[in-house]
């Protein structure tokens, strides 16, 4: 992935724009992210069905009575359909182009993820007894693709969108560090429950350990050659859709709309 593909991933190049075709796109894509999917799929469904929400759900009492499965499947329960949906399609977007950046590790950073920000709860929130959201992970997503795009930014010798994402980066740092010292969540209006920065704080911990560790397999990559955008609008419109470049609105788009997303809901 360059530093000019986009969170919706660089669909394959057709001749056409007929709907059999794009089904063909949309399935080879979705090809690409079944953990993603798996994993929304059963957030959705754990809020549909109340009682798998209550079987899934993190109940530190029942973890020490041998429930052990909770501390990775707790992250998929939601306290409403606000909350489901903003931490779902937060997962979705982030998720998406952290797995085809990453398929092999992907799995195993959500997992360390689960569990490290399971841990940190009970060791940080004595008060707390039970925890759902993907919250924490939506975070470590986010430190994760921060830390691609800016990869690939240097690699590209794009000092403009280097300093872009890095501010990204820095803006989030940011709003985790206020919260952590003043024990108040910004932006967000919860009802029902109580958002945890100490989850945020273990979710962007964890996001810049997997991105690390995916850096090391990583050899630096060669300049992308610009792509040519076709002609007519209709084509476009699709191509704009599938292909993602830096130097276009799209960027500040992606931007902007990862911002408002983690801002408004964590």
């Known amino acids: 992935m360059s530093a000019g593909e986009s969170l919706i991933a660089t669909l ?66 939601h306290f409403g359909g ?68 800016i990869r690939q930014s240097l690699a590209d010798r794009d000092r403009t969108f280097t300093c872009c994402w890095t501010a990204a980066g820095i803006l989030l740092l940011a709003k985790l560090a206020y919260e952590f010292t003043t024990g108040e969540i910004l932006f967000v209006n919860a009802e029902g429950f109580q958002p945890l920065v100490e989850s945020h704080l273990s979710g962007a911990v964890l996001g810049a350990i997997a991105a690390g560790v995916a850096d090391r397999g990583l050899s630096v990559s060669n300049h992308t050659q610009p792509t040519e955008r076709p002609q007519s609008v209709t084509k476009w419109a699709f191509w704009m859709f599938g292909r993602y470049n830096l130097k276009s609105l799209s960027f500040s788009l992606d931007l902007t709309g990862l911002f408002w997303m983690y801002f408004r809901n964590f």
């Open 12 to 77: 394959p190049k057709s001749n056409g724009t007929s709907i059999p075709s794009l089904c063909r796109q949309g399935s080879v894509w979705l090809r690409q992210i079944p953990v993603t999917l798996l994993m929304s799929v059963i957030a959705i469904a754990a809020y549909a069905f109340p009682s798998l929400t209550a079987g899934l759900q993190l109940e530190f009492a029942a973890v020490s009575s041998g429930q052990w499965w909770r501390l990775l499947s707790g992250h998929l329960t």
């Open 82 to 149: 606000g909350h489901l949906f903003w931490d779902v399609l937060m997962f979705a977007v982030l998720g998406a182009a952290c797995e085809r950046k990453n398929p092999r590790l992907f799995p195993v950073a959500l997992i360390a993820m689960s569990v490290g920000i399971s841990a940190t709860i009970l060791l940080t929130c004595q008060d707390v007894t039970t925890y759902r959201g993907l919250s924490g992970i939506d975070t470590g997503l986010f430190v994760w693709f921060l830390a691609i795009q």
